[in-house]
C-alpha cells in the first residue's frame, strides 16, 4: 500500500473539505491511453510514463477503467478475475507502482468496480455451468427455466447492447438447458446481488483495492444491480430499446435494492478514510438520481442529464438547477460531465445540428459536422463545466480536442453494440481511438515507432498531439490547462455558491452566473456577441474577442 500526500487540491480557505467535493477526475481509459509495450493496446507502464502530463494539466484525480484480467468482450467490463491485472496492461506489481507514482504526483487513483456482472470466464460462472440447474452455484447469478417448454427466455427484458437479455445454456449431459440473464453482453453473465456470497465476495474484493491504495471506486451500471422479485416483465414490445434515462418502474434497472448494496459499501469505504465511491446510474431524471447519494450512499454521481443536454442556455440552465436542487438537500455536490469512453465526443456532437446524445453514442450518424464550430462550443463548455460548483469529469483526449472518429472501417470495429445491432450501430469505438501524443505519423507517439494501435488513428491527428499544442498558448490542451490552474487557485470555485446574473435574463442564449462577488462566468451559445463592458477584468476566454465575446465563446472574469 501506498501512503497518500497530494497537494490537496480540495483545500478551502485553509480548511479542508473531502477531495473528491470539487474534484476534477481525468477518465483514462486504459486500452486507448499509452502503450508502454509496443502491442498496439495502452498499459499501466504506458499510463505511467504520462502521469506528468496529468499532473501538469492540472486534474486532481484519475479515474481508470477496467483493468482486471479479462476476454475484453466488452473492453474489459467483464472481469474474469477481480483481484489482479490483465497481462496486456501490466502486473499487481505495476499496479502499486502506479498508484504510488500517481500518489508522488499529488493525483489520486479511483479505479472500476464492476460487479452487476462477470465474464463468462469469470471461475463462478464457470461452476456455475458446470453445477447444473438448482445449485449454489448457479444462484451466484440469473438462471431460470425458459417459458413454452424452455423453448423461449423466461421473459422479456433486453440487453443494452440490443436484443433480448438472455441467454440458453446448455447442460452437462449436452442437452439445451437453463436460461442465464445479461443486461449487456451475453459474455457478461449478471450476478444476483440478493446471494450473500456475492455480496461477501465484494466485500473482499473492495477492501482487496482499498487496501492497496486506490482512493475510490467508480461503480459501473449501479442501477442493475438489483432486480425486482419474481422478475416480471417489463413490458418491453418488439423492437423495444434500452432507454433507462425514461424508465419509471422498470423491473431490472433503479430497482430499491441497489442502495441497499451502495450502503454497504459506503460503510466500508468510510472505514478505509477518505475514499470515494461514485457511480455510474443512468436513470429517469434528477430526483431518481439524488437517490444514489443519500448521505450513507455513494458520494458522487455522474450526471448523465448534463452530459445529454444539448448546446442550449435555457436547456443547460435548467440542468445545472435541477442537478444543484436536487442533489443539495442530500449534501452531495454535483458532477459534471461532457463525455466519456460510451459516449460520442462532444466536439464532434457540437458540430452537428442535434447537438444533445443518446447514450452509447452511434459513433456515426452520417450527419454533417462542422467540426471547427464543434471545438469552438466544447472550449466554451470546458470553461462554463470548471466554473460550476462541485466535481468535473473529463475524457481523455478532450483536453487536445479530439473529435469522434466517424470513418473506421468495419472490420476493426470491437464494440458489442456492432454485432448485436446486426451492424446497424457502429457503437462507440470512435471515441476510443488511441491517443496522439507526438510526432507526425501514426502511432503519435502512443507506443513505439512501428507499433500499430487497435484501432487506427486519423493522419489528421498530426496536428492535434499532446507535443504539438503544449508550446502553442492558443492550443486547446493550453486551453484546458489554464483553467484548471486558474480553477484550483481561486478558491470560490471550490466553496462559494452559484448565483445566475440575471439583468442578461433578457438573453436567454447567454449563461451568466457568479461563484461569489469577485468570479463571473459568461458563456454566449447566441447568434449575437455580448458585450463585456461592466463585467470585470477577463481572466481567461475560450476564444478571441475584443471587448465582446463572439458566438460560442465563454469568459471567466474577476470583479475584485
Ligand atoms: C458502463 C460502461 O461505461 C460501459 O462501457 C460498459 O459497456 C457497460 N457499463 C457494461 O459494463
Redesign the pocket.
Known amino acids: 500500500m501506498t501512503s497518500f500526500q497530494p497537494a490537496e487540491p480540495g483545500t478551502i480557505d485553509g480548511a479542508r473539505a473531502p477531495w473528491w467535493r470539487s474534484a476534477v477526475v481525468y477518465e483514462v481509459y486504459l486500452r486507448s491511453f499509452a502503450d508502454g509495450d509496443g502491442d498496439g493496446v495502452g498499459d499501466l507502464a504506458g499510463l505511467r510514463s504520462r502521469l506528468d502530463h496529468l499532473a501538469d494539466l492540472g486534474v486532481d484525480a484519475v479515474w481508470i477503467?477496467p483493468w482486471y484480467p479479462s476476454p475484453m468482450a466488452?473492453?474489459g467490463?467483464?472481469v474474469s478475475d477481480y483481484r489482479d491485472i490483465d497481462p496486456r496492461y501490466g502486473t499487481l506489481a505495476d499496479a502499486d507502482a502506479l498508484l504510488a507514482a500517481a500518489h508522488d504526483r499529488g493525483l489520486r487513483v479511483v479505479v472500476d468496480l464492476?460487479a452487476?456482472?462477470t465474464s463468462v470466464e469469470h471461475p463462478w460462472f464457470r461452476a456455475a455451468l458446470a453445477a447444473g440447474p438448482g445449485s449454489p452455484e448457479r444462484a451466484r447469478y440469473f438462471f431460470r427455466d425458459g417459458r413454452d417448454g424452455g423453448e423461449s427466455p423466461p421473459n422479456d427484458w433486453i440487453s443494452?447492447?440490443g436484443g433480448r437479455a438472455w441467454t440458453r445454456v446448455t447442460e452437462p449431459d449436452g442437452r439445451p438447458g437453463q436460461w442465464y440473464l445479461h443486461l449487456?453482453a451475453p459474455q457478461?453473465p449478471d450476478l444476483d446481488w440478493e446471494n450473500p456470497q456475492v455480496q461477501a465476495d465484494f466485500d473482499d474484493i473492495l477492501r482487496f483495492w482499498f487496501d492497496r491504495g486506490v482512493d475510490g471506486v467508480r461503480v459501473?451500471?449501479a442501477p442493475a444491480m438489483a432486480k425486482e422479485a419474481g422478475l416480471p416483465d417489463a413490458g418491453h414490445g418488439p423492437g423495444a430499446v434500452f432507454d433507462s434515462a425514461r424508465w419509471v418502474g422498470n423491473p431490472h434497472w433503479d430497482v430499491d435494492g441497489v442502495h441497499e448494496v451502495l450502503r454497504r459499501w459506503r460503510r466500508l469505504a468510510d472505514a478505509h478514510g477518505d475514499r470515494l465511491i461514485v457511480t455510474?446510474s443512468v436513470v429517469n431524471g434528477p430526483e431518481r438520481l439524488a437517490r444514489y447519494v443519500r448521505p450513507d450512499e455513494a458520494h458522487t454521481t455522474f450526471n448523465f442529464d448534463y452530459l445529454h443536454a444539448p448546446w442550449d442556455g435555457p436547456t443547460l440552465r435548467a440542468v445545472v438547477d435541477a442537478t444543484l436542487a436536487t442533489l443539495e438537500p442530500h449534501g452531495a455536490p454535483a458532477t459534471w460531465v461532457f463525455s466519456?469512453?460510451?459516449e460520442t465526443r462532444h466536439v464532434t456532437r457540437f458540430g452537428r445540428a442535434e447537438t444533445g446524445v443518446a447514450l452509447?453514442g452511434t459513433g456515426s450518424t452520417g450527419e454533417p459536422t462542422d467540426l471547427a464550430l464543434g471545438l469552438r462550443r466544447a472550449r466554451a463548455a470546458v470553461l462554463l463545466t470548471l466554473a460550476l460548483p462541485g466535481g468535473v469529469y473529463l475524457y481523455q483526449g478532450e483536453e487536445l480536442g479530439l473529435p469522434e472518429v466517424e470513418d473506421l472501417p468495419e472490420e476493426v470495429l470491437q464494440d458489442?453494440t456492432w454485432e448485436r445491432s446486426g451492424r446497424t450501430v457502429r457503437g462507440?469505438d470512435g471515441c476510443r481511438v488511441p491517443l496522439p501524443w507526438s510526432g507526425t505519423r501514426p502511432p503519435f507517439g502512443f507506443g513505439p515507432d512501428g507499433s500499430v494501435p487497435w484501432l487506427p488513428q486519423p493522419a489528421t491527428w498530426a496536428a492535434l498531439t499532446a507535443e504539438a499544442q503544449r508550446a502553442d498558448p492558443g492550443s486547446t490542451l493550453s486551453l484546458y490547462r489554464s483553467a484548471l490552474h486558474l480553477r484550483r487557485r481561486r478558491a470560490e470555485l471550490h466553496e462559494a455558491p452559484l448565483t445566475w446574473v440575471d439583468d442578461l435574463a433578457g438573453r436567454p442564449g447567454v449563461l451568466a452566473f457568479d461563484r461569489g462577488p469577485a468570479f463571473r462566468c459568461l458563456v454566449n451559445l447566441s447568434a449575437e456577441p455580448l458585450p463585456l463592458a461592466g463585467h470585470g477584468r477577463v481572466l481567461l476566454a475560450s476564444g478571441p474577442g475584443d471587448g465582446a465575446l463572439a458566438p460560442d465563446t465563454a469568459v471567466w472574469l474577476d470583479r475584485g
Open positions: 477503467t466488452d473492453g467490463y467483464d464492476v452487476n456482472h443494452a447492447f449487456f457478461q459501473d451500471a455510474e466519456s469512453h460510451d452509447m458489442p462507440r
